[in-house]
T-cell receptor
Framework: DTAVSQTPKYLVTQMGNDKSIKCEQN?????MYWYKQDSKKFLKIMFS???????INETVPNRFSPKSPDKAHLNLHINSLELGDSAVYFC????????????FGPGTRLLVL | ELKVEQNPLFLSMQEGKNYTIYCNYS?????LYWYRQDPGKSLESLFV???NGAVKQEGRLMASLDTKARLSTLHITAAVHDLSATYFC??????????WGAGTKLIIKP
């Protein structure tokens, strides 16, 4: 029943490792996002895909690579994890109407040791 | 470049009091979004304000939009503890990308 789901919910890993976070939405939305929320709660847009096509690619280290196998899924792969990558990563999706709101997943809490 | 500023960033208040959170944005926008985030949880949409003068209310929360002043307000009436959360406003830069305020952390004490 969950509209936007993410796995895993928690991720604890060592510096230098590579990890992936998966996101799926069952709302039939065309647009999906990855956000990073730091310890001060500031939300930063990282990427956005529309129908599997990258439309927003903010200034993010190229260690972060999104991949959208279909419009219901948007995954985030992170190479060579650094301490500063520790944050909560939220996936969100949005319908096609101009005034549509964004629906957020539960978040993935990443801690890099 | 669109910037969204909220104030205050932190608000501690007593139950039963009224207060207002302000959201200013720097360029023309005809829409404004408010979200709520409980501690350790995700963001939940509260209101979408679609035009100048729009007012929406849900329970003890009321949001309004003045596009000429580039200002939205979120008013809390007779606050209760359950409203403790972080509240974000966001304005669209383009139709599908929101620019977010820094959030207002609201603590309501019994």
């Amino acid at each position: 029943d969950t509209a936007v789901s993410q796995t895993p919910k928690y991720l604890v890993t060592q510096m230098g490792n590579d990890k992936s976070i998966k996101c799926e939405q069952n709302l039939g939305h065309d647009t999906m996002y990855w956000y990073k929320q730091d310890s001060k709660k500031f939300l930063k847009i990282m990427f956005s895909y529309n129908n599997k096509e990258l439309i927003i690619n903010e200034t993010v280290p190229n260690r972060f690579s999104p991949k959208s196998p279909d419009k219901a899924h948007l995954n985030l792969h992170i190479n060579s994890l650094e301490l500063g990558d520790s944050a909560v990563y939220f996936c969100a999706s949005r319908g096609t109407g101009v005034v549509e709101t964004q629906y957020f997943g539960p978040g993935t809490r990443l801690l890099v040791l | 470049e669109l910037k969204v500023e909220q104030n205050p960033l932190f608000l501690s208040m007593q139950e039963g009091k009224n207060y207002t959170i302000y959201c200013n944005y720097s360029t023309t926008s005809d829409r404004l979004y408010w979200y709520r985030q409980d501690p350790g949880k995700s963001l939940e949409s509260l209101f979408v304000l679609l035009s100048n003068g729009a007012v929406k209310q849900e329970g003890r929360l009321m949001a309004s939009l003045d596009t000429k002043a580039r200002l939205s307000t979120l008013h809390i009436t007779a606050a209760v503890h359950d409203l403790s959360a972080t509240y974000f406003c966001a304005a669209p830069r383009i139709s599908y990308q929101l620019i977010w305020g820094a959030g207002t952390k609201l603590i309501i004490k019994p």
